[in-house]
């Protein structure tokens, strides 16, 4: 069996950190190597199914995500403003909820490469460990036993191997998953995949020049705030006028934050200038991944009717 | 506390500011949500020859000037954040220092520290309410404080509670109510014991409806009970003096496409003592607005009325708080010069009552400011 070297050094590390963390953990010191197996493999399945909800969980969100920006579009050509304006809160809310998204991905996907590691390290040490009794057993029984465990252990060993490269596994976080590749696609299935690509990156540039409009104001109207906010601050800081502005109720402290629903209707604190910019860029990066992927799957399906002639 | 203690405490401050707030600091970043630090030159000049009850010098002089260097800093610090509950921290201090001629005795080298801080908590009270709760305090320090025209005020301490409740929109109306309390010390010293005088406990509660979205309008009416200890009525039966205001007006602004605020409110005060018995009108406004050359100009202007219910020769006053009255106006033109860093050119004019009712002094001056906002906050 061929292994590549990163591989190697990969289960080397695993069988060093098991062979370590085994006598330092107390409740697995008295335990059997074959314990340690089964609760890394515990881990491991565990790791995986967390890591595959948290991919579902991407799917639902960035399917909402995808709605929103496609219902902006929608208001936008139908000169609704109204529309418009609630599909671009939802995509900014849904825009956040996508990043946290990707980032439980991400953390899961690194949870699960640490227990795929674990489990690997420990199937070497067990493998080891009965290759030695293999080689000294005295009865066929023993060595058939013992056979039959090394071929299991060595059966559970490429099993999770192989599904490191699995695409349940492997899957790239991916905007509009729908439009992909399929086996019975014909070139003109292919083609008109391609141009739905290329038409979703050009409406994607004309979301990003809107967002990039709207930042733009935002900015402006950013900086007349704060000039307002110094003005009035450094003015009434050392008491100079005493400006008569009522009240200590009335006035709203920096820091006092107004409740306001969001798309969802749940109440959070109301979001401040500086928090909304923070989504607008955050918005416009996602669009640009989603461009950049859009015109590389339609040059991918180009190529391949290119290469079908 | 000594002055170098201070100024040890305030570069401190500023320093863990800064690096809170470094551009390599993202989860600072996140937890401080407004970050400001300004310093700056100015010149200004005082006209009025008056008597003031709370400052230990006097002079002849009705003309004064001053050169003044400042540095100072606010901010927002988020303590938590959860979907139904939040906190912040708020800050902003600074320290000013004087160097004023002009006066027949001597010059003065007048110093002063100013800060306030305050602790916000809000919950959501199911779909119906958000309630915030509120613990403030406010202080002042003034070394070597000058005689009239330069009117400084005393040092003092003020901490305040207050409550307030939102209510959710009903036809897209939204009414609060809020009460609050605040106890005042003021600092009194060896020359200036009327400066006891001047402290006071008080307690209030404010209604209020707004309504609209960019461009926003409220409506408010707010009652205020304050007592000061050490005042005496020339009431026996009564004689501790107590104030009951009534205050109602109303507030506009709008955020683009340019910033602007407008206010406008009434005032009722009466007491038990004849002597600090006034009816108040003031105007408030503040605009910012774009100019060529990306510079940015906003005018803050106040402008109040004050006429006294009852004629008194002499009405010893609690500066710049009964004294309500003052009518400033201010210009400042900024513009960005560096990443995070803006520049500012003001010019202000303010007209205000010192201690004694009825007597005005006023100010005039320029300041060169730059701000500062750490890792473009």
């Known amino acids: 069996v061929s292994v590549r070297p990163t591989a190697w050094l990969t289960r080397w590390l695993g069988a060093a950190w098991v062979a370590l963390a085994l006598p330092l953990a107390s409740p697995a010191a008295g335990q059997q190597p074959q314990d340690q197996v089964v609760n890394l493999q515990l881990a491991y399945n565990a790791a995986r199914s967390q890591y595959q909800a948290a991919l579902d969980a991407w799917r639902v969100v960035e399917k909402q995500w995808t709605d929103a920006v496609e219902d902006h579009e929608a208001g936008r050509r139908a000169g609704d403003q109204d529309r418009e304006n609630t599909a671009l809160v939802r995509a900014l809310d849904k825009s956040r909820e996508l990043d946290l998204s990707e980032r439980r991905v991400a953390e899961l996907r690194g949870t699960l490469d640490r227990a795929r590691t674990g489990l690997l390290g420990a199937l070497d040490l067990r493998m080891e460990q009965v290759d030695g009794q293999l080689a000294a057993a005295r009865t066929p029984i023993d060595r058939n036993r013992l056979a039959a465990l090394l071929r299991d252990l060595q059966n559970q060993q490429d099993e999770v191997d192989a599904a490191r490269d699995e695409p349940a596994v492997k899957l790239q976080l991916v905007y509009y998953p729908s439009i992909q590749f399929d086996v019975r696609d014909t070139p003109e299935t292919m083609v008109g995949k391609a141009q739905l690509l290329r038409a979703k990156a050009g409406r994607a540039d004309s979301y990003i020049a809107q967002i990039d409009g709207e930042i733009d104001r935002l900015e402006k109207q950013l900086r007349f705030r704060r000039n307002a906010q110094s003005l009035a601050a450094e003015v009434e800081r050392f008491g100079d006028a005493q400006a008569p502005l009522g009240a200590p109720s009335r006035r709203v402290a920096p ?17 401040t200038p500086e928090q909304r910019l923070e989504e607008l860029r955050l918005l416009r990066v996602q669009m640009q991944e989603a461009k950049r992927q859009f015109l590389e799957r339609a040059a991918t399906f180009e190529e391949r009717v290119r290469r079908i002639g | 506390m000594s002055t170098a203690r201070r100024l040890f405490v305030l570069s401190r401050g500023l320093l863990l500011a800064t690096l809170l707030c470094g551009p390599t600091q993202a989860a600072a970043q996140e937890r401080v949500r407004d970050l400001v630090l300004n310093g700056g030159f100015s010149v200004e000049a005082y006209r009025g020859n008056l008597a003031a009850a709370s400052v230990s010098v006097a002079d002849t002089t009705d003309r004064a000037a001053a050169a003044i260097g400042e540095l100072g800093a606010r901010g927002t610090v988020m303590l938590f954040e959860e979907e139904r509950r939040w906190a912040f921290l708020s800050f902003d201090g600074g320290l000013r220092q004087f160097a004023a001629g002009g006066f027949t005795v001597r010059d003065y080298a007048p110093r002063e520290w100013a ?12 779909s119906w309410a958000a309630a915030t709760g509120r613990l403030g305090w406010r202080g002042r320090a003034v070394d070597d404080r000058p005689p009239m025209p330069l009117f400084l005020q005393p040092g003092f301490g003020i901490a305040t509670a207050s409550a307030r409740l939102e209510l959710s929109e009903i036809d897209r109306v939204s009414f609060d109510l809020a009460a609050d309390a605040e106890w005042a010390d003021y600092t009194a010293q060896p020359l200036v014991a009327p400066l006891d005088l001047l402290d006071r406990t008080s307690q209030g509660v404010e209604v209020g409806a707004a309504w609209g979205e960019g461009t926003t309008f409220r409506v408010f009416a707010a009652a205020r009970r304050s007592e000061y200890p050490h005042q005496q009525t020339s ?20 955020e683009a496409p340019i910033t602007a605020q407008l206010g406008f409110e009434g005032t009722v005060n009466r007491s038990n003592s004849r002597r600090p018995e006034y009816d108040a009108l003031s105007v408030r406004s503040v605009v910012s607005v774009p100019l060529p050359f990306d510079v940015g100009a906003t005018v803050l202007g106040v402008l109040t009325a004050k006429s006294y219910v009852n004629d008194n020769e002499f009405k010893v006053l609690v500066p710049g708080e009964e004294a309500d009255n003052a009518s400033v106006l201010y210009l400042d033109l900024s513009r960005a010069i560096a990443a995070g860093m803006d520049g500012s050119l003001r010019v202000g004019w303010t007209r205000a009552e010192a201690d004694v009712g009825d007597a005005y002094f006023q100010r005039f001056g320029v300041s060169m400011l730059l701000r500062y906002r750490p890792g473009s906050l």
């Open chain 1, 255 to 271: 820091g006092d934050a107004s409740a306001r629903p969001d798309s969802t209707g749940v109440a959070r604190p109301q979001e």
């Open chain 2, 115 to 126: 800060g306030q801080t305050a602790v916000s908590y809000s919950q959501l009270l199911g």
């Open chain 2, 235 to 254: 009431e026996p039966s009564d004689p501790t003096r107590r104030d009951g205001t009534v205050q109602a007006g109303f507030s506009w602004s709008m």
